[in-house]
């Protein structure tokens, strides 16, 4: 694992902010969060000097490849409808940073940001001063969001991981229930080339007496698991044993699922997400919330149903816009991309689809450009406005070999790149197909998504509506 940091220069003074631009600027003057350091050792030392908040609730963890985000929104709600007041906490943002921090199903305001900010401020120069290396961004949201949850109070965390298990700076408390969502490759500079090495790093989450969720996973995936739950005397449920995904029937908005729980079963749930993906998250989420609980009763059944019916999970398989329809999926490594390919070919009708895809550097592109392939008959390539973003023209160039030239554009805007593929969409009649049946899906990193999901929920409709009002969230 190459982790070494580069030399620094002297950690910015944490100062109190008044507006929320200014803890914007603070926070990212920081290390970014794709630069890692396999160590504890900052973030224990900083929990510490805030009275280690995070040990006064419990904590569901979730880590895994894709699905984090989604089943993490999904077991918020479900407690939430249950009950308890609910803390939530998920990596990255789509559009603004407030969205990694969330109270009763809601992202905090800017001003609660600013205050969550300023709670940790102080203590911040202290760590810097104390370590090889100052704290990172990363690292400063984390302890925001647990001391927020802390001061709220919550009855429980919900806690997305950001890279990892093991040395992930989430990981500075012992969870009640460990979720594992399905794992596969990404990111394996850092974490490994295969699954069953980047599952050493995911079971890092599971500590003595943890109750273990896992979602299906691969033979040597699965080996790691049950080996670290035997090592640390963990209890283990696994989809397709202890519970799953009964039944499950595509439907107008979403899917018709029967779940079966550990505690009982539950029929017609409603979900309101596109995909099999997503009805799997929702069985990991039912079933993690029951561990949660601990009891031996079922969850009441209407309130499952009434829970699952509100989940959104923004940027994923989203319709933003209609006339043409416009899906966001920040899928952005091929196991995820499998997933919407399979989802489209499942809930959706389009013909031609347009891909607008812009991706990181440092991803799989290739695997996840030919993962498309099959379901586009376009695709314009664009990039994002960070510096990690590959070029249009670098992924075109890549993708010419996939699909060949006359099925490939670029468009470094990505606003351009959104219009090029709403007129070709509209424009049906060019691939042989019924004007107006077309759609376009933007796809490849969650900035791209994000970015592309701001651009199109403050335009308007053909028909004076905001984007917006089409979208779930």
Same mark, same amino acid.
């Given at each position: 694992?190459? *982790? ?8 910015p ?7 929320y ?10 290390w ?9 050792d ?10 280690? !908040?995070?040990?006064t609730?419990?904590v ?12 993490? $929104?999904m ?20 559009? *603004?940073?407030?969205?990694r ?5 809601? !992202? ?5 940001f ?6 940790v401020a !102080? ?7 104390e370590?090889?290396? #100052?704290?990172s961004?990363?690292e ?7 001391a927020?949850?802390a001061?709220?109070p919550?009855d ?33 500079? &850092?974490?490994?080339e295969?699954p ?8 890092g ?14 033979a ?7 080996? $670290? ?15 799953g995904?009964?039944? $499950?029937?595509?439907?107008?908005g979403?899917?018709m699922?029967?779940l079966q ?5 539950? =029929? ?6 596109y ?17 949660f ?20 999970? !923004?940027?994923?398989? =989203?319709i933003?816009? $209609?006339? #043409? ?10 196991h ?15 013909s031609p689809?347009?891909?607008v ?7 799989? &592109? ?6 498309l392939? #099959? ?5 314009i390539?664009?990039?994002?406005s960070?510096?990690r973003?590959m ?20 468009? #470094?805007?990505?606003a ?6 709403a007129a070709l ?9 019924a004007i ?6 933007v ?12 651009m199109l ?11 917006a ?5």
């Amino acid at each position: 694992m190459d *982790t070494t940091p580069e030399h620094d220069a002297p950690a910015p003074v944490a100062r109190l902010a008044e507006t929320y631009d200014e803890v914007e600027d603070a926070l990212l003057s920081r290390w970014p969060e794709t630069r890692l350091d396999p160590t504890l050792d900052r973030i224990e030392a900083f929990m510490e000097l805030l009275g280690d !908040p995070q040990r006064t609730y419990p904590v569901i963890q979730v880590t895994g490849t894709n699905g984090k985000t989604s089943t993490a $929104r999904m077991i918020e709600t479900l407690i939430a409808t249950i009950g308890l007041r609910v803390g939530r906490f998920t990596i990255p943002h789509l559009e *603004t940073m407030t969205e990694r921090i969330s109270l009763d199903g809601d !992202p905090i305001s800017e001003e609660a940001f600013v205050t969550a900010f300023n709670d940790v401020a !102080p203590y911040i120069g202290l760590v810097d001063a104390e370590q090889d290396h #100052p704290l990172s961004f990363f690292e400063t949201v984390v302890a925001m969001a647990y001391a927020a949850f802390a001061d709220a109070p919550v009855d429980a965390a919900v806690v997305e991981v950001g890279m990892g298990g093991t040395w992930d700076a989430t990981n500075v408390m012992d969870a009640k229930v460990a979720v594992l969502t399905p794992v596969a490759v990404d990111h394996a500079k &850092y974490l490994g080339e295969t699954p069953g090495r980047i599952a050493l790093e995911k079971v890092g989450i599971i500590k003595p007496g943890t109750i273990v969720v896992s979602a299906a996973q691969s033979a040597e995936v699965d080996q790691v698991i049950r080996e $670290r739950v035997t090592e640390v005397g963990a209890t283990l449920a696994r989809e397709g044993l202890e519970f799953g995904v009964t039944s $499950r029937v595509p439907a107008v908005g979403g899917q018709m699922l029967g779940l079966q729980g550990l505690r009982g079963s539950y =029929e017609d749930v409603f979900l309101p997400l596109y995909g099999a993906h997503q009805g799997q998250n929702a069985a990991l989420a039912l079933a993690a919330v029951e561990a949660f609980l601990g009891s031996e009763d079922p969850l009441d059944a209407d309130l499952v149903r009434e829970a699952f019916a509100e989940v959104t999970s !923004p940027g994923r398989l =989203e319709i933003i816009r $209609r006339s #043409p329809t416009i899906v966001l999926d920040a899928a952005h490594n091929p196991h995820g991309a499998a997933a919407v390919v399979a989802a489209l070919e499942d809930s959706f009708r389009f013909s031609p689809l347009i891909g607008v895809v812009g991706v990181m550097a440092d991803k799989d &592109y290739e695997g996840l450009l030919a993962e498309l392939e #099959p379901v586009l008959s376009h695709i314009i390539c664009t990039q994002n406005s960070t510096s990690r973003s590959m070029s249009a023209s670098a992924l075109a160039e890549v993708a010419v070999g996939i699909f060949g030239q006359d099925r490939v554009s670029e468009a #470094p805007s990505l606003a351009d790149a959104l219009d090029q593929a709403a007129a070709l969409a509209e424009a049906g009649g060019a691939f042989g197909d019924a004007i107006g049946s077309g759609g376009v899906l933007v796809t490849g990193s969650v900035v791209t998504v994000g970015e592309a999901r701001a651009m199109l929920r403050s335009r308007r409709n053909p028909d004076g509506s905001r984007s917006a009002e089409q979208g779930q969230g």
